[in-house]
């Protein structure tokens, strides 16, 4: 391969990064805590996921916009604050598309508002870089989260309760016990350990191709 | 008078054990993973954690009692509690930069951390969703920052631990700290034996 | 390089001679076992042999490691102990599942033998109880020599002694019974006479530490006798205590593995105790019948804050502890 094209293709590589070798949740640890507790069935997972890019995309926008002009020790509230505005039409507009959701999620729906992918995020790259970089970071780290939650919510709900959104299947036992937080941390880190083996392994094979293409 | 230390007493202890922030609800687990690592940094966040919660509590409290009953409160809530979270962080940060310089040299960097984290948030929606009175919330959030700290306590001593052994690549970093985590919330789990409510 | 390699053999091989032990020490208890239930057991056994040898040959492989002696033994140890923990009845799928939650999850990720903060057995025990506690917690009644090996056997099963202590009453069987294993308990945990035995062997050998078997036991003791859940007298609660559940299998089995009990005397000895009063507790406000297994994953994650404690407490103001600076996440990252 031509050094060129390893390059194009690290280069590309580099800015798909959020969605596998960089992945929000499995490598850079953000936005946990929906992920372990509530991703106990396929729809608490969509709607997590539908609000927090509700939340993720405006606050990001509006950062990149006015984040310099706050003093510093400011930063962080304001963030909140301005997720905590928006939180409302991302919940109603969670609402419309799973019903009866609220419930079933109880102290972690309003919890995205402080989740560290949203405010963490902003003060750590939307502040600083352009506009069309942060839309694109936000878009692909949200789809990269969406990615991982709706994986392990599929895979606990038909663990725990033998069910796929809902319809029951009859040929499995259920085992009550998968839906626990436990289990959650359990299943995590071992996708953790997966997307870091899987990023070491890319890296090497680019590496080898390229290491082969400087020796002829 | 007695019965209420009582039930303050019963109430914290449930929190700090049964209700545990990180091991049973994963709270503040993300900023956790990386913040202070020393034992002392690790007292003085969760005490900075404690205090506010505490302070919080007194003014959640009052908004939750009365908007509660309306069916648009899932709405407005974060963003009411968020308020109270501000005002009590503009409270503390001119408190302590006014009467303790000292101390805010040394903790200032936490505050903005140790005030918008789950580990706070997280026990005053849960008292406002059970429908707390105010000693309640006032229990409730002490023994949540007393479990948060030990709890921490023992996730660092668990790392400080995985460092010295020789862990395969795979795993290094995030993903065995969440298993440690995850191991103890099983153990956990034994002194619960039910799924918590959300 | 040489003597590098040989100093390292001569490290291992106590490691080794304590797992034989250990072995050994099991064996009696199997073949009593087999002696209540039939040949089940037998079956239970290999299967727990097979599945944890295959398992850990396959997860050190993709570790990119030699498979070594000490992998295999030590399996075997933990697929034993976990046979030992569970009732005669536990369907075979489950049995399977547990060992690979022991060798998968709590014992390869964290770098394998040796390594392991947890121990295998114990934590596996605690998954299997709470994923599926009508089969861990249900037992046949000793001398039914009619279990199907492979088929379901849920329509003889009965709770322990260890449930009606949980209750606040007397258990059904006597003194007696309990300590020659006339009772439905655990595969292994049932006769006291036979473990003490063992255990006496396990301590002339010193394969395990005094300090921490003894420690345990007397603190349990101690709790069951100041605390009492039954109303006859602090005696029989003492002796129902100690004989219902897995204490007395955990004093000389589970607590007591090398790999996660602190080293120096005064530090087992603390653990010991910590260890006791963590399972009475357990025992007293848990959600299930038997603490033992969580009140082992709470000591040893509180191992190390024992023995920095203990050896701060002898050498006083000559051991700092050094600052650990703070690291950034993926350290190893290329």
Known sequence: MKL????????????????FSNNPVLIRGLAM????VVSNTLRNAVAISIVIACMALPVHLITNFF????????????????????????ALLMNRVVPYTVDGLGVFLPLLVINSMVIGKAEEYAVRHKLIPVVLDA????????????????VREFLSSATIWGQPIEWMNKIPAFALPFCGFMIVAFLAAGAKAYRRFTHRVLLAAAMKDEGE | MMQALTDFFLLAMTAIFLENAIFTRALGTSRMLIA??????????????????ICASIFTCVINMLLMRYSWWYLVEPLCYVVCMCIVFLIVRYALKDFFPGLYDKVGQMLPLATFNGAVLGPLLLSGHQGYDFWQYLAFGLGSGIGYTMALLLVSEGQRRLRRTNLPRAFRGLPISLLYIGILSLGFYGLIGHQLPF | ??????????????????????????????????????TRVLYMALAAIGTGLAAELICVKLRGRRVELSDGLSSVVTALLLTMLLPATMPMLLVIFGVLFAVVVIKQPFGGYGNNPFNPAACAFAFLSICWPYYTYHYPMPF???LAAWGDNAGKLLTGPAMSLKMGSLPRYDMMDMLLGNAPGGLGTTNILLLCACGLFLLATKTVKPSI??????????????????????????AYELMAGTIVFGAFFLITDPVTAPKKRLAQLVYGVLAGVITMLFRHFGAFSQGLVFAVIFANALMPLVERGCSKLRFGKYVKSTPIVAEEGAPDEA
């Open chain 3, 1 to 38: 390089m040489q003597a590098d390699a040989k100093n390292k053999k001569r490290a291992q091989q106590p490691g080794h001679r304590r797992m034989v032990n250990v072995l050994i020490a099991i064996a009696p208890i199997l073949a009593m076992s087999c002696y209540y239930y039939g």
């Open chain 2, 36 to 53: 202070a690592k020393r034992a002392d940094q690790i007292f003085a966040f969760g005490i900075l954690i404690t205090v506010i919660t």
């Open chain 1, 67 to 90: 984040g310099g002009k706050i003093p510093r020790w400011f930063r962080i509230p304001t963030y909140v604050l301005l997720s905590s505005l928006f939180f409302i039409p991302a």
């Open chain 1, 33 to 36: 805590v929906p992920v372990i």
């Open chain 1, 139 to 154: 878009l692909l780290h949200i789809v990269g989260f969406a990615l991982v939650m709706c994986t392990i919510g599929l």
């Open chain 3, 144 to 146: 039914d020599h009619t």
């Open chain 1, 4 to 19: 060129e094209r390893i390059r194009k293709i690290s280069k590309v590589r580099g800015y798909l990064s959020p969605l």
């Open chain 3, 213 to 238: 078997s003894l420690g345990f036991l007397a603190s349990c003791g101690l709790f069951a006798f100041l605390f009492p859940r039954i109303t006859t007298s602090r005696l029989d609660s003492l």
